[in-house]
C-alpha cells in the first residue's frame, strides 16, 4: 500500500499492520472543494459591494439570499475543510482506526451500532 507521508499513518500501520481498506480526502477534492469555497467568498464580497454601494440597496428576498448565502456558503465550505484537514480512517479486521492531526480514535466492531458509508466519509456512530 502506498501511503502519504504521515507520521502517525505510518506508525499506525508499523503497529497494527496493513489494514484491509484506507480512506481520506483525494487531492482533487480537496483542491475543488477549495476552489470552490474560495469563489463563494469573492462572489459574496464583490456582489455586497456592487449591491450596496453601486447598485440599488434595495431589499429584496432573492437577492438577500444570494448575497448572504454564498459567502456563508463557502465559509463553512472552507471551515469543514479545515476541521478534516489529515483525516484518514483505516479499516481493520477488528474495528475501525479514525486519525486527525494526532488526534486517533479506536471504534471496534463490537462497539459500534451503526456505520455509514458515502463516497469519501465514513460515519460511525457508537451509543
Not at 10 to 21: Q, Y
Not at 23 to 44: C, D, E, I, M, Y
Not at 57 to 67: E, I, N, Q
Not at 95 to 123: H, M, N, Y
Request: aromatic content about 10%; some cysteine.
Amino acid at each position: 500500500m502506498d501511503l502519504p507521508d504521515n507520521d502517525h499513518l505510518h506508525r499506525a500501520v508499523v503497529e497494527l499492520g496493513e489494514p484491509d481498506a484506507l480512506f481520506r480526502v483525494s487531492r482533487a477534492r480537496f483542491l475543488t472543494k477549495l476552489v470552490v469555497g474560495v469563489a463563494l467568498v469573492a462572489f459574496g464580497i464583490v456582489a455586497n459591494y456592487f449591491w450596496w454601494v453601486r447598485g440599488p440597496a434595495t431589499p429584496d428576498h432573492l437577492v438577500m439570499l444570494v448575497l448572504v448565502g454564498a459567502p456563508l456558503s463557502g465559509l463553512s465550505l472552507l471551515l469543514h475543510m479545515y476541521r478534516n484537514r489529515g483525516l484518514y480512517v483505516l479499516l481493520y479486521p477488528t474495528g475501525l482506526l479514525r486519525l486527525r492531526r494526532g488526534e486517533v480514535d479506536s471504534f471496534p466492531w463490537a462497539e459500534i451500532d451503526t456505520s455509514r458509508w458515502t463516497r469519501q466519509v465514513v460515519t460511525v456512530c457508537d451509543d
